[in-house]
Protein backbone atom coordinates (compact mmCIF):
# COMPACT_ATOMS: atom_id res chain seq x y z
CA UNK A 1 0.00 0.00 0.00
CA UNK A 2 2.85 2.04 0.44
CA UNK A 3 4.69 1.67 -2.42
CA UNK A 4 1.13 2.16 -4.16
CA UNK A 5 1.08 5.85 -2.67
CA UNK A 6 4.40 6.85 -3.45
CA UNK A 7 4.01 6.00 -7.13
CA UNK A 8 0.66 8.29 -7.31
CA UNK A 9 2.29 11.01 -5.45
CA UNK A 10 4.35 11.91 -8.43
CA UNK A 11 1.29 11.48 -11.16
CA UNK A 12 -0.73 13.24 -9.12
CA UNK A 13 1.92 15.99 -8.99
CA UNK A 14 2.51 15.72 -12.64
CA UNK A 15 -1.30 16.20 -13.62
CA UNK A 16 -1.49 19.27 -11.18
CA UNK A 17 1.25 20.57 -13.30
CA UNK A 18 -0.36 19.95 -16.48
CA UNK A 19 -3.32 21.67 -15.62
CA UNK A 20 -1.92 24.40 -14.36
CA UNK A 21 0.06 24.76 -18.00
CA UNK A 22 -3.36 24.58 -19.55
CA UNK A 23 -5.27 27.09 -17.77
CA UNK A 24 -2.35 29.09 -18.76
CA UNK A 25 -2.26 28.67 -22.17
CA UNK A 26 -6.04 29.17 -22.32
CA UNK A 27 -5.97 32.19 -20.44
CA UNK A 28 -2.88 33.69 -22.92
CA UNK A 29 -5.29 32.78 -26.10
CA UNK A 30 -8.64 32.98 -24.59
CA UNK A 31 -9.65 35.47 -27.96
CA UNK A 32 -8.99 32.76 -29.68
CA UNK A 33 -10.50 29.81 -28.30
CA UNK A 34 -13.74 31.89 -27.01
CA UNK A 35 -15.61 31.08 -29.92
CA UNK A 36 -15.43 28.75 -32.72
CA UNK A 37 -15.65 31.41 -35.61
CA UNK A 38 -13.65 34.42 -36.71
CA UNK A 39 -16.34 36.92 -37.78
CA UNK A 40 -13.90 38.59 -38.99
CA UNK A 41 -13.18 36.25 -41.90
CA UNK A 42 -17.20 35.50 -43.46
CA UNK A 43 -17.13 36.27 -46.92
CA UNK A 44 -21.07 37.89 -46.07
CA UNK A 45 -19.65 40.13 -43.47
CA UNK A 46 -16.65 41.89 -45.53
CA UNK A 47 -18.88 44.49 -47.05
CA UNK A 48 -20.23 48.18 -46.13
CA UNK A 49 -23.88 48.22 -44.49
CA UNK A 50 -26.28 50.61 -44.83
CA UNK A 51 -29.14 49.36 -43.03
CA UNK A 52 -29.55 47.00 -40.11
CA UNK A 53 -31.85 44.52 -41.68
CA UNK A 54 -29.16 44.32 -44.30
CA UNK A 55 -26.71 42.73 -41.85
CA UNK A 56 -29.72 40.27 -40.18
CA UNK A 57 -29.77 39.26 -44.00
CA UNK A 58 -26.03 38.43 -43.73
CA UNK A 59 -26.40 36.96 -40.45
CA UNK A 60 -29.31 34.17 -42.01
CA UNK A 61 -27.05 33.11 -44.32
CA UNK A 62 -25.21 31.05 -41.82
CA UNK A 63 -27.98 31.37 -38.72
CA UNK A 64 -30.72 30.01 -41.14
CA UNK A 65 -33.89 29.28 -38.52
CA UNK A 66 -32.94 32.37 -35.72
CA UNK A 67 -34.97 35.08 -37.14
CA UNK A 68 -38.09 32.08 -36.81
CA UNK A 69 -36.97 31.11 -33.41
CA UNK A 70 -37.38 34.83 -32.49
CA UNK A 71 -40.72 35.48 -34.17
CA UNK A 72 -41.83 33.12 -31.59
CA UNK A 73 -40.94 34.60 -28.66
CA UNK A 74 -42.38 37.56 -26.06
CA UNK A 75 -39.16 39.37 -27.04
CA UNK A 76 -40.84 39.79 -30.65
CA UNK A 77 -44.46 39.48 -30.22
CA UNK A 78 -44.56 41.78 -26.85
CA UNK A 79 -47.75 40.05 -26.09
CA UNK A 80 -48.37 36.40 -24.47
CA UNK A 81 -51.16 34.75 -23.62
CA UNK A 82 -51.54 33.00 -20.05
CA UNK A 83 -51.92 29.11 -20.19
CA UNK A 84 -53.83 28.96 -16.68
CA UNK A 85 -55.96 32.52 -17.36
CA UNK A 86 -56.19 32.22 -21.58
CA UNK A 87 -56.05 36.51 -20.78
CA UNK A 88 -53.90 38.32 -23.47
CA UNK A 89 -50.77 40.03 -21.63
CA UNK A 90 -47.65 42.10 -23.01
CA UNK A 91 -46.79 45.16 -23.88
CA UNK A 92 -49.24 45.45 -26.93
CA UNK A 93 -52.05 44.82 -24.73
CA UNK A 94 -51.43 46.30 -20.87
CA UNK A 95 -51.84 49.70 -19.73
CA UNK A 96 -49.75 51.00 -17.29
CA UNK A 97 -49.11 54.30 -14.98
CA UNK A 98 -45.22 55.07 -16.22
CA UNK A 99 -45.67 55.42 -19.92
CA UNK A 100 -49.10 54.23 -20.30
CA UNK A 101 -49.15 51.79 -23.83
CA UNK A 102 -47.87 51.81 -27.02
CA UNK A 103 -50.67 52.72 -28.76
CA UNK A 104 -50.43 55.40 -31.35
CA UNK A 105 -46.55 55.67 -29.63
CA UNK A 106 -44.83 53.33 -31.58
CA UNK A 107 -41.77 54.80 -33.08
CA UNK A 108 -40.63 55.84 -28.67
CA UNK A 109 -41.91 52.68 -26.94
CA UNK A 110 -40.01 50.36 -30.10
CA UNK A 111 -36.81 51.64 -29.49
CA UNK A 112 -36.32 48.76 -27.03
CA UNK A 113 -37.95 45.75 -29.64
CA UNK A 114 -35.65 43.22 -30.95
CA UNK A 115 -36.79 44.22 -34.76
CA UNK A 116 -36.52 47.13 -36.91
CA UNK A 117 -39.36 49.60 -38.59
CA UNK A 118 -42.44 48.87 -35.73
CA UNK A 119 -43.87 52.46 -36.47
CA UNK A 120 -47.41 51.25 -36.53
CA UNK A 121 -50.23 48.85 -36.45
CA UNK A 122 -48.60 47.36 -40.03
CA UNK A 123 -45.62 46.59 -38.98
CA UNK A 124 -44.48 42.59 -40.58
CA UNK A 125 -43.98 40.49 -37.33
CA UNK A 126 -43.38 37.70 -40.59
CA UNK A 127 -40.41 39.48 -41.79
CA UNK A 128 -36.68 38.21 -40.74
CA UNK A 129 -34.73 40.63 -41.92
CA UNK A 130 -36.98 42.89 -39.46
CA UNK A 131 -35.34 41.13 -36.45
CA UNK A 132 -32.74 42.78 -34.95
CA UNK A 133 -29.44 39.95 -34.34
CA UNK A 134 -27.10 42.94 -33.37
CA UNK A 135 -28.90 44.37 -30.31
CA UNK A 136 -28.14 41.07 -28.10
CA UNK A 137 -25.01 40.21 -29.97
CA UNK A 138 -23.14 43.50 -29.89
CA UNK A 139 -19.54 43.10 -28.11
CA UNK A 140 -18.19 46.32 -29.17
CA UNK A 141 -20.47 48.56 -26.95
CA UNK A 142 -20.82 51.10 -29.86
CA UNK A 143 -24.43 50.16 -31.34
CA UNK A 144 -27.43 51.62 -30.09
CA UNK A 145 -30.65 51.81 -31.23
CA UNK A 146 -32.13 55.90 -31.30
CA UNK A 147 -34.56 56.90 -29.03
CA UNK A 148 -37.41 57.37 -31.67
CA UNK A 149 -36.20 55.22 -34.28
CA UNK A 150 -38.36 52.27 -34.39
CA UNK A 151 -35.91 49.93 -33.66
CA UNK A 152 -33.48 51.36 -36.04
CA UNK A 153 -30.03 52.74 -35.09
CA UNK A 154 -28.70 55.91 -35.91
CA UNK A 155 -27.53 55.59 -39.66
CA UNK A 156 -25.97 58.99 -39.85
CA UNK A 157 -24.65 61.10 -36.55
CA UNK A 158 -28.06 63.17 -35.43
CA UNK A 159 -28.49 64.81 -31.92
CA UNK A 160 -31.40 63.72 -29.07
CA UNK A 161 -33.21 65.06 -27.44
CA UNK A 162 -33.36 67.38 -31.17
CA UNK A 163 -31.19 70.44 -31.01
CA UNK A 164 -29.44 69.71 -27.87
CA UNK A 165 -25.55 69.21 -28.05
CA UNK A 166 -25.97 65.17 -27.23
CA UNK A 167 -24.68 63.31 -29.94
CA UNK A 168 -25.99 59.91 -31.43
CA UNK A 169 -23.11 58.41 -33.09
CA UNK A 170 -23.78 56.01 -36.02
CA UNK A 171 -22.07 52.65 -35.24
CA UNK A 172 -20.26 51.17 -37.59
CA UNK A 173 -22.36 48.27 -38.74
CA UNK A 174 -19.73 46.01 -40.44
CA UNK A 175 -17.22 46.72 -37.32
CA UNK A 176 -20.52 45.10 -35.43
CA UNK A 177 -21.31 42.56 -37.32
CA UNK A 178 -17.70 41.49 -37.21
CA UNK A 179 -17.49 41.30 -33.35
CA UNK A 180 -20.99 40.02 -32.33
CA UNK A 181 -20.50 37.31 -29.66
CA UNK A 182 -22.75 36.17 -26.21
CA UNK A 183 -25.48 38.41 -25.07
CA UNK A 184 -24.05 40.11 -22.06
CA UNK A 185 -25.48 42.17 -19.01
CA UNK A 186 -24.79 45.48 -20.69
CA UNK A 187 -27.00 43.99 -24.34
CA UNK A 188 -29.87 42.87 -22.04
CA UNK A 189 -29.81 45.81 -20.14
CA UNK A 190 -29.93 48.52 -23.12
CA UNK A 191 -33.57 47.58 -22.77
CA UNK A 192 -34.18 46.24 -19.38
CA UNK A 193 -31.82 48.70 -17.48
CA UNK A 194 -33.73 51.43 -19.15
CA UNK A 195 -37.11 50.75 -19.92
CA UNK A 196 -40.00 53.36 -19.48
CA UNK A 197 -38.08 56.04 -19.55
CA UNK A 198 -35.06 56.27 -18.02
CA UNK A 199 -32.07 54.71 -16.13
CA UNK A 200 -33.62 52.43 -13.47
CA UNK A 201 -37.07 54.07 -13.75
CA UNK A 202 -39.11 50.89 -13.68
CA UNK A 203 -37.79 47.80 -11.67
CA UNK A 204 -36.29 48.93 -8.83
CA UNK A 205 -33.67 45.60 -8.36
CA UNK A 206 -32.62 46.54 -12.54
CA UNK A 207 -30.23 49.47 -13.45
CA UNK A 208 -26.92 50.86 -14.96
CA UNK A 209 -25.47 49.71 -11.85
CA UNK A 210 -25.81 46.31 -12.75
CA UNK A 211 -24.01 46.42 -15.97
CA UNK A 212 -20.41 46.04 -14.15
CA UNK A 213 -21.64 45.19 -10.36
CA UNK A 214 -19.71 43.87 -7.35
CA UNK A 215 -20.82 41.12 -5.24
CA UNK A 216 -22.14 43.88 -2.81
CA UNK A 217 -24.86 44.82 -4.87
CA UNK A 218 -25.22 40.73 -6.30
CA UNK A 219 -23.70 38.06 -5.33
CA UNK A 220 -24.10 35.86 -8.42
CA UNK A 221 -23.47 39.02 -11.21
CA UNK A 222 -20.99 40.81 -9.13
CA UNK A 223 -17.03 40.98 -11.34
CA UNK A 224 -15.73 40.18 -8.73
CA UNK A 225 -17.38 37.04 -7.27
CA UNK A 226 -19.24 34.69 -9.89
CA UNK A 227 -19.62 37.09 -12.65
CA UNK A 228 -23.11 35.43 -13.66
CA UNK A 229 -24.32 37.47 -16.89
CA UNK A 230 -28.36 37.63 -17.67
CA UNK A 231 -28.27 34.37 -19.51
CA UNK A 232 -26.50 32.27 -16.82
CA UNK A 233 -30.13 31.88 -15.33
CA UNK A 234 -32.54 33.15 -17.80
CA UNK A 235 -31.86 30.59 -20.51
CA UNK A 236 -33.82 28.59 -22.70
CA UNK A 237 -33.50 26.86 -25.79
CA UNK A 238 -34.24 28.59 -29.06
CA UNK A 239 -34.00 32.23 -28.33
CA UNK A 240 -36.76 31.72 -26.17
CA UNK A 241 -35.61 33.37 -23.12
CA UNK A 242 -37.20 31.71 -19.64
CA UNK A 243 -38.24 33.93 -17.00
CA UNK A 244 -41.29 36.46 -17.44
CA UNK A 245 -42.90 38.66 -15.06
CA UNK A 246 -46.41 37.73 -16.99
CA UNK A 247 -45.49 34.08 -15.57
CA UNK A 248 -43.72 34.48 -12.33
CA UNK A 249 -43.24 31.05 -10.42
CA UNK A 250 -43.76 32.04 -6.71
CA UNK A 251 -42.61 28.55 -5.73
CA UNK A 252 -40.22 25.87 -7.51
CA UNK A 253 -41.34 22.79 -6.87
CA UNK A 254 -38.77 20.90 -9.29
CA UNK A 255 -35.65 21.79 -7.52
CA UNK A 256 -32.16 21.61 -9.07
CA UNK A 257 -32.57 21.32 -13.17
CA UNK A 258 -29.55 19.35 -14.41
CA UNK A 259 -28.16 20.01 -17.75
CA UNK A 260 -29.00 17.76 -20.37
CA UNK A 261 -32.07 15.87 -18.49
CA UNK A 262 -34.25 18.94 -17.04
CA UNK A 263 -36.19 21.49 -19.25
CA UNK A 264 -32.72 23.97 -18.58
CA UNK A 265 -35.16 26.93 -17.20
CA UNK A 266 -33.10 28.26 -14.35
CA UNK A 267 -34.87 31.29 -13.42
CA UNK A 268 -35.90 30.53 -10.25
CA UNK A 269 -33.20 29.98 -6.89
CA UNK A 270 -34.49 26.40 -6.52
CA UNK A 271 -33.12 25.64 -9.82
CA UNK A 272 -29.75 25.84 -8.41
CA UNK A 273 -29.98 26.05 -4.65
CA UNK A 274 -32.55 23.56 -4.22
CA UNK A 275 -35.67 23.25 -2.32
CA UNK A 276 -33.58 23.41 1.23
CA UNK A 277 -30.79 25.62 -0.27
CA UNK A 278 -29.41 26.11 3.55
CA UNK A 279 -27.11 23.76 5.61
CA UNK A 280 -28.89 21.36 8.01
CA UNK A 281 -25.96 21.60 10.37
CA UNK A 282 -26.71 25.63 10.81
CA UNK A 283 -29.64 25.78 11.06
CA UNK A 284 -32.06 23.95 9.75
CA UNK A 285 -35.14 25.97 10.81
CA UNK A 286 -34.19 28.39 7.81
CA UNK A 287 -35.16 25.86 5.13
CA UNK A 288 -38.66 25.48 7.32
CA UNK A 289 -39.11 28.95 5.66
CA UNK A 290 -38.59 28.04 2.10
CA UNK A 291 -41.65 26.62 2.30
CA UNK A 292 -43.91 30.08 2.58
CA UNK A 293 -40.81 32.59 2.06
CA UNK A 294 -39.63 33.52 -1.11
CA UNK A 295 -35.94 33.09 -1.25
CA UNK A 296 -35.64 36.91 -2.26
CA UNK A 297 -37.75 37.72 0.54
CA UNK A 298 -35.01 37.60 2.75
CA UNK A 299 -31.88 38.19 0.31
CA UNK A 300 -32.61 41.25 -1.09
CA UNK A 301 -33.14 42.98 2.26
CA UNK A 302 -33.20 46.62 0.26
CA UNK A 303 -33.35 47.57 -4.04
CA UNK A 304 -32.02 50.29 -5.83
CA UNK A 305 -28.59 50.40 -4.04
CA UNK A 306 -26.50 50.45 -6.15
CA UNK A 307 -26.18 54.43 -6.52
CA UNK A 308 -28.84 54.56 -8.98
CA UNK A 309 -32.42 55.77 -7.76
CA UNK A 310 -35.72 54.03 -8.71
CA UNK A 311 -38.62 56.09 -9.89
CA UNK A 312 -41.39 55.42 -6.78
CA UNK A 313 -44.36 58.02 -8.12
CA UNK A 314 -45.34 59.38 -11.34
CA UNK A 315 -48.04 62.04 -11.37
CA UNK A 316 -49.35 62.96 -15.04
CA UNK A 317 -51.85 65.18 -13.71
CA UNK A 318 -49.64 68.23 -13.07
CA UNK A 319 -48.28 67.93 -16.64
CA UNK A 320 -48.73 71.34 -18.39
CA UNK A 321 -47.23 74.30 -16.40
CA UNK A 322 -44.85 76.63 -18.09
CA UNK A 323 -43.13 79.53 -16.73
CA UNK A 324 -43.58 82.87 -16.90
CA UNK A 325 -42.35 83.23 -20.66
CA UNK A 326 -44.64 80.45 -21.79
CA UNK A 327 -41.75 77.83 -22.47
CA UNK A 328 -41.84 73.96 -20.77
CA UNK A 329 -40.43 73.29 -17.24
CA UNK A 330 -37.92 70.81 -16.21
CA UNK A 331 -36.59 70.95 -12.78
CA UNK A 332 -34.40 68.51 -10.78
CA UNK A 333 -34.76 67.54 -6.98
CA UNK A 334 -31.68 67.88 -4.05
CA UNK A 335 -29.47 64.34 -5.94
CA UNK A 336 -29.85 65.90 -9.48
CA UNK A 337 -33.01 63.97 -10.21
CA UNK A 338 -35.82 65.39 -13.06
CA UNK A 339 -38.72 65.61 -10.59
CA UNK A 340 -40.81 67.49 -13.45
CA UNK A 341 -41.66 68.09 -16.69
CA UNK A 342 -44.19 69.97 -18.32
CA UNK A 343 -45.06 67.24 -20.79
CA UNK A 344 -45.10 64.53 -18.25
CA UNK A 345 -45.93 65.79 -14.62
CA UNK A 346 -44.14 64.69 -11.23
CA UNK A 347 -41.98 62.55 -10.00
CA UNK A 348 -40.63 61.24 -6.72
CA UNK A 349 -37.70 58.37 -6.76
CA UNK A 350 -35.79 56.31 -3.90
CA UNK A 351 -32.48 54.68 -3.12
CA UNK A 352 -31.97 51.91 -0.46
CA UNK A 353 -35.85 51.11 -0.54
CA UNK A 354 -37.54 48.71 2.00
CA UNK A 355 -39.60 46.39 -0.33
CA UNK A 356 -43.39 46.17 0.22
CA UNK A 357 -44.33 42.64 1.01
CA UNK A 358 -47.88 40.53 -0.25
CA UNK A 359 -48.74 36.69 -0.93
CA UNK A 360 -47.95 35.60 -4.44
CA UNK A 361 -49.31 32.31 -6.15
CA UNK A 362 -47.51 33.67 -9.38
CA UNK A 363 -50.84 34.37 -10.89
CA UNK A 364 -50.65 38.07 -11.86
CA UNK A 365 -53.53 39.71 -13.52
CA UNK A 366 -53.58 42.97 -15.27
CA UNK A 367 -56.22 45.39 -15.54
CA UNK A 368 -57.93 45.92 -19.39
CA UNK A 369 -58.87 48.65 -21.26
CA UNK A 370 -62.34 47.27 -21.35
CA UNK A 371 -62.36 46.07 -17.50
CA UNK A 372 -64.51 47.98 -15.53
CA UNK A 373 -62.85 50.59 -12.60
CA UNK A 374 -63.69 51.72 -8.67
CA UNK A 375 -62.32 55.84 -9.35
CA UNK A 376 -63.18 56.02 -5.60
CA UNK A 377 -60.36 54.43 -4.77
CA UNK A 378 -56.71 53.42 -5.42
CA UNK A 379 -56.70 50.90 -8.53
CA UNK A 380 -54.16 48.07 -8.82
CA UNK A 381 -53.28 48.15 -12.51
CA UNK A 382 -52.35 44.42 -11.64
CA UNK A 383 -53.64 41.77 -9.35
CA UNK A 384 -52.44 38.46 -7.81
CA UNK A 385 -53.76 35.45 -5.51
CA UNK A 386 -52.29 34.07 -2.77
CA UNK A 387 -52.43 33.62 0.91
CA UNK A 388 -50.85 31.44 3.91
CA UNK A 389 -53.55 28.78 2.81
CA UNK A 390 -52.76 28.71 -0.43
CA UNK A 391 -50.01 25.76 -0.80
CA UNK A 392 -48.63 27.41 -3.73
CA UNK A 393 -48.15 31.14 -2.51
CA UNK A 394 -45.68 32.49 -0.75
CA UNK A 395 -44.19 35.94 0.67
CA UNK A 396 -42.71 37.87 -1.81
CA UNK A 397 -40.78 41.51 -1.72
CA UNK A 398 -42.49 44.29 -4.58
CA UNK A 399 -41.06 47.28 -5.54
CA UNK A 400 -44.97 49.37 -6.04
CA UNK A 401 -45.13 51.43 -8.87
CA UNK A 402 -47.67 54.50 -7.53
CA UNK A 403 -49.18 57.62 -9.42
CA UNK A 404 -51.81 59.29 -10.89
CA UNK A 405 -52.95 59.03 -14.84
CA UNK A 406 -55.89 59.78 -16.63
CA UNK A 407 -59.20 57.33 -16.98
CA UNK A 408 -62.62 57.73 -18.95
CA UNK A 409 -64.89 58.94 -16.34
CA UNK A 410 -68.31 58.13 -18.83
CA UNK A 411 -67.02 54.48 -18.29
CA UNK A 412 -64.90 54.01 -15.55
CA UNK A 413 -62.18 52.22 -17.56
CA UNK A 414 -58.53 52.81 -18.10
CA UNK A 415 -57.49 54.91 -20.99
CA UNK A 416 -54.24 55.13 -23.72
CA UNK A 417 -52.74 58.69 -24.49
CA UNK A 418 -50.88 59.74 -27.65
CA UNK A 419 -48.03 61.28 -26.11
CA UNK A 420 -45.12 60.53 -29.49
CA UNK A 421 -45.41 61.16 -33.15
CA UNK A 422 -48.07 62.91 -35.65
CA UNK A 423 -50.20 65.69 -34.22
CA UNK A 424 -48.73 64.65 -30.38
CA UNK A 425 -46.90 67.89 -30.62
CA UNK A 426 -50.10 70.05 -31.40
CA UNK A 427 -52.09 68.49 -28.62
CA UNK A 428 -49.31 68.75 -25.77
CA UNK A 429 -48.78 72.83 -26.73
CA UNK A 430 -52.21 73.40 -25.41
CA UNK A 431 -52.30 70.33 -23.32
CA UNK A 432 -55.61 68.95 -24.79
CA UNK A 433 -56.06 65.75 -22.95
CA UNK A 434 -59.41 64.88 -24.91
CA UNK A 435 -57.48 64.56 -28.03
CA UNK A 436 -54.65 62.97 -27.03
CA UNK A 437 -56.94 60.01 -25.30
CA UNK A 438 -59.52 60.11 -28.22
CA UNK A 439 -56.31 59.75 -31.03
CA UNK A 440 -55.30 56.79 -29.66
CA UNK A 441 -58.53 54.97 -27.79
CA UNK A 442 -59.48 55.11 -31.84
CA UNK A 443 -56.57 53.82 -32.97
CA UNK A 444 -56.92 50.81 -30.80
CA UNK A 445 -60.51 50.73 -31.81
CA UNK A 446 -61.58 51.20 -28.18
CA UNK A 447 -64.42 53.27 -26.99
CA UNK A 448 -64.00 56.53 -25.42
CA UNK A 449 -67.19 58.75 -23.77
CA UNK A 450 -64.86 62.04 -24.25
CA UNK A 451 -64.63 62.77 -20.42
CA UNK A 452 -61.71 62.24 -18.65
CA UNK A 453 -60.16 62.55 -14.78
CA UNK A 454 -57.38 61.69 -13.11
CA UNK A 455 -57.29 58.64 -10.70
CA UNK A 456 -53.93 56.99 -8.55
CA UNK A 457 -52.88 53.73 -9.46
CA UNK A 458 -50.20 50.85 -8.10
CA UNK A 459 -48.31 48.72 -10.08
CA UNK A 460 -46.51 45.96 -8.28
CA UNK A 461 -42.75 44.76 -9.69
CA UNK A 462 -41.63 41.24 -8.43
CA UNK A 463 -38.00 41.74 -7.04
CA UNK A 464 -35.97 38.73 -8.08
CA UNK A 465 -32.37 40.85 -8.90
CA UNK A 466 -29.75 42.41 -6.31
CA UNK A 467 -29.41 39.43 -4.49
CA UNK A 468 -26.87 40.33 -0.90
CA UNK A 469 -24.38 38.21 0.12
CA UNK A 470 -25.83 35.92 2.74
CA UNK A 471 -24.40 38.05 5.22
CA UNK A 472 -26.46 40.96 4.68
CA UNK A 473 -29.54 38.18 4.54
CA UNK A 474 -32.60 39.65 6.83
CA UNK A 475 -32.19 38.61 10.48
CA UNK A 476 -35.06 36.72 12.47
CA UNK A 477 -36.40 40.01 14.27
CA UNK A 478 -36.79 41.99 10.97
CA UNK A 479 -40.01 40.27 10.59
CA UNK A 480 -40.84 38.52 14.25
CA UNK A 481 -41.30 41.65 15.53
CA UNK A 482 -44.58 44.23 16.29
CA UNK A 483 -43.61 46.59 13.72
CA UNK A 484 -41.48 44.18 11.22
CA UNK A 485 -41.65 44.28 8.34
CA UNK A 486 -44.33 41.84 7.68
CA UNK A 487 -46.59 43.66 9.64
CA UNK A 488 -49.56 44.38 7.46
CA UNK A 489 -49.51 40.67 6.27
CA UNK A 490 -52.86 38.54 7.83
CA UNK A 491 -54.22 35.61 8.10
CA UNK A 492 -51.78 33.08 10.36
CA UNK A 493 -49.80 33.90 13.43
CA UNK A 494 -46.39 35.04 13.55
CA UNK A 495 -44.38 34.71 16.90
CA UNK A 496 -42.80 37.95 18.22
CA UNK A 497 -45.58 39.56 16.02
CA UNK A 498 -48.69 38.80 17.30
CA UNK A 499 -50.63 38.08 20.63
CA UNK A 500 -53.29 35.25 21.44
CA UNK A 501 -54.33 35.34 24.43
CA UNK A 502 -54.40 31.29 25.04
CA UNK A 503 -51.89 30.29 22.54
CA UNK A 504 -49.61 33.19 24.76
CA UNK A 505 -50.97 31.93 28.47
CA UNK A 506 -49.75 28.40 27.36
CA UNK A 507 -46.27 29.49 25.85
CA UNK A 508 -45.88 30.97 29.27
CA UNK A 509 -47.44 27.93 31.30
CA UNK A 510 -44.94 25.96 29.22
CA UNK A 511 -42.12 28.39 29.98
CA UNK A 512 -42.69 28.22 33.74
CA UNK A 513 -43.30 24.59 34.23
CA UNK A 514 -40.02 24.26 32.37
CA UNK A 515 -38.70 26.26 34.64
CA UNK A 516 -40.54 25.03 37.95
CA UNK A 517 -39.36 21.32 37.00
CA UNK A 518 -35.87 21.99 36.70
CA UNK A 519 -35.96 24.49 40.03
CA UNK A 520 -37.02 21.27 41.60
CA UNK A 521 -35.12 18.88 40.07
CA UNK A 522 -31.86 20.85 41.14
CA UNK A 523 -33.43 21.48 44.50
CA UNK A 524 -33.97 17.66 44.97
CA UNK A 525 -30.23 17.05 43.73
CA UNK A 526 -28.98 19.50 45.98
CA UNK A 527 -31.00 17.60 49.05
CA UNK A 528 -30.26 14.34 47.82
CA UNK A 529 -26.40 15.28 48.43
CA UNK A 530 -26.58 17.02 51.57
CA UNK A 531 -28.56 13.97 52.80
CA UNK A 532 -25.73 11.44 51.66
CA UNK A 533 -22.94 13.80 53.50
Not at 117 to 135: H, I, Q, T, Y
Not at 483 to 496: A, D, I, V, W
Request: hydrophobic share 30%.
Amino acid sequence: MCSLRGSIRPFLLLQFFSLLLLVANMEASEEIISSTADHTKFEALQRTFQSGPEVTKACLECHTEAARQIHKTTHWNWKFTHPDTGEELGKRTIVNNFCGAIETNYARCTSCHVGYGWKDNSFDFASEANVDCLVCHDTTGTYKKFPTGAGHPPYVDKPFPPKSKKIWKAPDLTHVAQKVGKTSRATCGACHFYGGGGDGVKHGDLDSSMTNPNKALDIHMGTDGLDFVCSTCHQKDGHDVSGSRYTTQAKDTHGIDVPGRDDNIRATCESCHDLKPHPVTVNNKLNDHVNKVACTTCHIPTYARGGKPTKTWWDWSTAGRMNNDGKHIKTKDAQGYVNYVTKKGSFEWGENLVPEYAWLSGNIRYKQLDEMIDPGNVVAINTFEGSYDDPKARIWPFKVMQGKQPYDKGNNTLVTTHLFGKDSDAYWKSFDWNRAIKAAMEAGNAPYSGNYGFIETTYHWPLAHMVAPKEEALGCDACHAKEGRLSKLTGFYMPGRDNYYWVDLIGWLAVLGTLGGISIHGLGRIFMKAKRR
